[in-house]
Structures are given as structure tokens and as C-alpha cells.
């Protein structure tokens, strides 16, 4: 393959590492609202090859967003933002340092499964891979919930994204086919399995929500401004029985914390409904937690709300929702056993014809690759 590791450094790497993306299957925008979330490993994953230097360089490439050849580089002790997808690695490294753990330069190559900007999280199994090798090379003494805290502070305090801390454990920590159920405050997880009997599909819909950073922080803000209003140190704080009181708060607040109070209440119930694999109920929190979502929370666009439609029109399929952020991104769907494969190609089929959109199946994954 062109631009391997050994074409562009003229030697093999010494570690290798990977991290994957992950899909959130509900809890959406709780966790910087110190909530409740249950993301999900998916088998896309981003894989780094790292060999160190002797000296402080830093010489790095990615096969996603590199021209063939091109090598970015900076120098340790000297990060500066504003470099591209090379504030990821400045960011690890600066965040590292600061943390007063030594390194020297190296060599890093960048590959990922994982689609950007489509609400997969590939910035976050972006910074784990990258966090993973460097542990690995230089020895850091650091666990695995240290090391997704520490990728959470790379985006928030280098790259400028203020993200909550779902998306670095979730790339951490979480497998495939085993909800991560996190509670972000407290910070305690549980491994909740799939049941058997469900089939999990992912469909990108090709919108990247490349411009959505703006919007992230007026969510935030707003979320932010209401607890405040309502005399809570977080929406968290809240529960169904004070929304009448936040529903007297200035449009858009009050639906702002309608979403946060009941998408936690059906984060709690999701899992209830797992346990005791009640498939139907999964799905009318999918739908339900979609809706509040389209409605209340205002993070969907047409297209989004196109493949959840046709979902709903779906007999194999229990419930359907957008997961991640939101303004574009991927749907998450749950559907009868055996036929996860036939409902995504039928979904994505009807979906790419109607909106002119290019989707992409993620999981189940196509047996090609
Ligand atoms: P998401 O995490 O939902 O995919 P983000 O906007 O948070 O979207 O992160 C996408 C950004 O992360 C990309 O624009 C790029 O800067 C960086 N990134 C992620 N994966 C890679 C990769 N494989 N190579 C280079 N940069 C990457
Ligand atoms: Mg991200």
C-alpha cells in the first residue's frame, strides 16, 4: 500500500495500537450535563504505527487526511493549535507533558475505519489509538480511565472542542455487542450485553457535521444558562417532577431540559429494558428519545429524520434514533434478529434515492472487509 509506515520513515514501526469508533445507542448530549450515556464499541476502528526518535520531532501522517507522501511536523514542548488534524497529536503530547510525563519525538502514521464527522467519534478513537501507542512506547503509567480523561482534555483544552467524556471512554473502554453504561458525574460504569434476539444497525447518512462545533456550544451554553436559572449545579440535578417549573423558562430553555430530564430517564429505562430484553420497549425509547431529540433538543436534519422514518415504516425494526452529536451524522437502529443485514441495504437503498445522499452501512459490517 502506498505511504506505509516504512515508505514514508524508512523503517517499521516499533508499536503498534488502535482504538474504535463507537455508537452511542442512547443518552444523547447528557453527558456534559453530567448524565447518564450508553455507547457501544462498533468494529471501525483507527489504528496508529508509532516508532520513536531520538530527538524531540514529531513527524506524523494520516492515510485520511494526508496527501501521499506529506509528513506534518512540530516539535515537542512547541504545540501550537491551528495545525489541522495535527492538533490531535500536539494536543496528546502537550496534554502528556503537562501531566509531567517524558517523552521524546517520534514517528506516527494515522489510518482509520472510522467515518469523520459523521457522529461515530473518530476524533476520540483518534486520540485513544494515539494515547494507547504512546503508553505502550515510552512505558506511561496510565489506566485505561486515566487515559480517556486524558483524551477528553486533548479536545477540550488544546484542539478548542468541549466535549464531555462519553466519546474517550466509550473508545477506551467499550466493546462490541455490550452497551458502556455510563454515569458521567460519578463517573461508574456497567457492561449491560445486548440481548440476544437484536440486531444493531449503524447507517451513516453522509452528512458530516462539519460546521456543527457552533452549535454544540449554544446546546452547551444553553444547558449551562438553565441550570443556573433553575438553581441546579447541573441539568442532571433535575427530574420529571420540575419540569413544569422549566417549562416557565424563556424559549428554548424549557425544551432544552425537557430533552436532558427525560433522555436520562430513558437511558435508565433502556437498560432496564435490555436486561429484561423487552425489544418493543427499546424501541419506543428509540423512537421517543429521536423525537425529543427533532423537537425539543433541535440536533436533526431532514436527512436524519428521512432514515428514521423510514425505520418506522420497517416491520423488522423495533426502534430507530440519530446517535452522536447531531446536524448530520449516523443513525442507530435496532432490528429483528437475522435480519439486520437485509433491513440496512433496504433502508440505506430507499434512503440514498429519496434524499440523493450517499449512505454508508456500518454495521452490521459487509463481509468484504
Ligand atoms: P467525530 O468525532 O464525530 O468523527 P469530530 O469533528 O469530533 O467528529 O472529529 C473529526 C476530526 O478529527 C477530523 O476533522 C480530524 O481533524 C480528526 N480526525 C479523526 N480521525 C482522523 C484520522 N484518521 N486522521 C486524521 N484526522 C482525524
Ligand atoms: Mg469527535
Known amino acids: 500500500m502506498a505511504s506505509s509506515f516504512q515508505e514514508l520513515f524508512g523503517h517499521p514501526p516499533e ?24 455507547p457501544m464499541a462498533i468494529p471501525q476502528q483507527t489504528h496508529v504505527e508509532l516508532r520513536r526518535r531520538t530527538d524531540r ?3 506524523a501522517f494520516s ?26 497529536v500536539q494536543g496528546v503530547t502537550q496534554v502528556l507533558q503537562r501531566q509531567g510525563h517524558t517523552l521524546s519525538g517520534f514517528e506516527l502514521r494515522v489510518q482509520s475505519e472510522v467515518p469523520l464527522g459523521s457522529g461515530l467519534s473518530s476524533s476520540a478513537s483518534l486520540d485513544v489509538a494515539i494515547l494507547r501507542a504512546l503508553r505502550q512506547a515510552f512505558s506511561l503509567p496510565v489506566d485505561d480511565v486515566q487515559l480517556a480523561l486524558l483524551g477528553q482534555k486533548v479536545e477540550v483544552d488544546f484542539v478548542g472542542a468541549p466535549v464531555g467524556v462519553m466519546d474517550p ?49 449554544v446546546r452547551r451554553a444553553e444547558c449551562e444558562r438553565a441550570a443556573e436559572l433553575l438553581g441546579v449545579p447541573q441539568l442532571r440535578d433535575l427530574s420529571e417532577a420540575d419540569l413544569p417549573r422549566a417549562e416557565k423558562l424563556p424559549e428554548p430553555l424549557g425544551r432544552r431540559v425537557r430533552h436532558i430530564v427525560t433522555e436520562n430517564a430513558r437511558v435508565l429505562a ?5 436486561r429484561s430484553a423487552d425489544l418493543p420497549k427499546l424501541g419506543t425509547l ?7 431529540q427533532r423537537l425539543d433538543y433541535e440536533v436533526s436534519v431532514p436527512e436524519i429524520d428521512l432514515l428514521v422514518g423510514l425505520a418506522r415504516e420497517d416491520a423488522d425494526v423495533y426502534g430507530a434514533r440519530l446517535t452522536g452529536g447531531g446536524f448530520g451524522g449516523s443513525v442507530v437502529m435496532m432490528a429483528r434478529a437475522g435480519t439486520g443485514a437485509a433491513v440496512a441495504a433496504r433502508i440505506a437503498r430507499r434512503y440514498a434515492e429519496r434524499s440523493g445522499q450517499q449512505p454508508a452501512i456500518l454495521v452490521p459490517q459487509s463481509i468484504e472487509h
Do not use: C
Not at 15 to 28: D, F, M, S, T
Not at 187 to 211: C, K, Q, T, W, Y
Open 169 to 217: 471512554m466509550a473508545a477506551s473502554i467499550a466493546s462490541e455487542g455490550v452497551a458502556l453504561f455510563l454515569d458521567t458525574r460519578e463517573m461508574r460504569f456497567e457492561r449491560v450485553p445486548l440481548p440476544a434476539g437484536l440486531d444493531p444497525i449503524v447507517i451513516n447518512s453522509g452528512v458530516a457535521h462539519n460546521h456543527a462545533a457552533g452549535d454544540y456550544r
Open 15 to 38: 508499536v503498534v495500537a488502535h482504538a474504535p469508533g463507537r455508537v452511542n445507542l442512547i443518552g444523547e448530549h447528557t453527558d456534559y450535563n453530567g448524565g447518564f450515556v450508553l
Open 63 to 88: 492515510a485520511n487526511k494526508s496527501q501521499p507522501g506529506e509528513i506534518l511536523e512540530f516539535e515537542l514542548g512547541q504545540e501550537s493549535v491551528g495545525k489541522s488534524w495535527l492538533d490531535y
Open 57 to 59: 520531532r514529531v513527524r
Open 286 to 292: 428509540f423512537y421517543a428519545s429521536h423525537d425529543s
Open 270 to 274: 433502556t437498560v432496564e429494558a435490555l
